[in-house]
């Protein structure tokens, strides 16, 4: 299995401009998560899906973030308009709903707004 | 909600010795989910070992264990003859299966691995 697949691994934008980060889940898992890393507050998850239906986005920092999830192997997370304060890793992961679910994680896109 | 602490920022330890990292949580659930994740400088996000919380023996991988003790609440990670790769930031996890499998994660653990 590929695992779970993001892109893009690195985004340098300025600020005011749309980003867009994509994330293909492990095949035959029906939740998948997105999460932003930083340096000051650690992993915060963003929103969550089970069976391409949001579940949770009170993580959401505001109305400028956004994700959709139109099928099971595709999600996008979008941020628009972009700020400095965006900066971050971004973790897309997907785990199969059953046992003990552990997630599995993407190499996560690093993203840089000037 | 449920919390997870991570109460040592850094860790050290020399090659081929033995090192435990802590994790205590907080939960009114009897039924739940802990694992160790390890995050290396390239950044991915790797499952080192999990544990259910029905299952009174603890978990091991390899030269990773834990110990987990269910009434103190407490999900400590053995890494024993530990190697220059086991270098890596290392957070607990908590799962729980009734609000909406919601994962909590703690806030990390910085092991350095001296030659």
């Known amino acids: 299995d590929a695992g779970v697949i993001q892109s893009p691994r690195h985004e340098v934008t300025e600020m005011g401009q749309e980003v867009t980060l994509r994330c293909k889940p492990i095949?035959?898992?029906?939740?998948l998560f997105w999460y932003r890393q930083t340096m000051m507050r650690g992993l915060e998850l963003l929103i969550y899906f089970n069976n391409n239906v949001p579940i949770d986005d009170s993580g959401m920092p505001e109305d400028r973030f956004s994700a959709k999830m139109p099928n099971a192997s595709f999600s996008t997370l979008k941020i628009q308009p972009s700020e400095p304060r965006d900066s971050a890793v971004y973790f897309c992961a997907s785990r199969y709903r059953g046992g003990s679910g552990e997630l599995f994680f993407g190499e996560g896109s690093r993203l840089t707004v000037l | 909600a449920q919390t997870v602490t991570q109460s040592q920022p850094e860790m050290s330890v020399q090659e081929a010795e033995t090192v435990t990292l802590s994790c205590t949580y907080d939960t009114s659930e009897s039924d739940y989910y802990l694992f160790w994740y390890k995050q290396p400088p390239s950044r991915q996000m790797i499952l080192v070992i999990r544990?259910?919380?029905?299952?009174?023996q603890n978990a091991t991988e390899n030269r990773f264990s834990v110990n987990f003790q269910k009434a103190a609440k407490s999900f400590s990670l053995k890494i024993s003859d530990s190697q220059l790769g086991d270098a890596a930031m290392y957070f607990c996890a908590y799962r729980s299966p009734n609000t909406g499998n919601q994962f909590y994660f703690g806030t990390g653990t910085s092991l350095t691995v001296i030659p």
């Open positions: 544990q259910e919380a029905y299952k009174q």
């Open positions: 095949s035959g898992h029906n939740s």
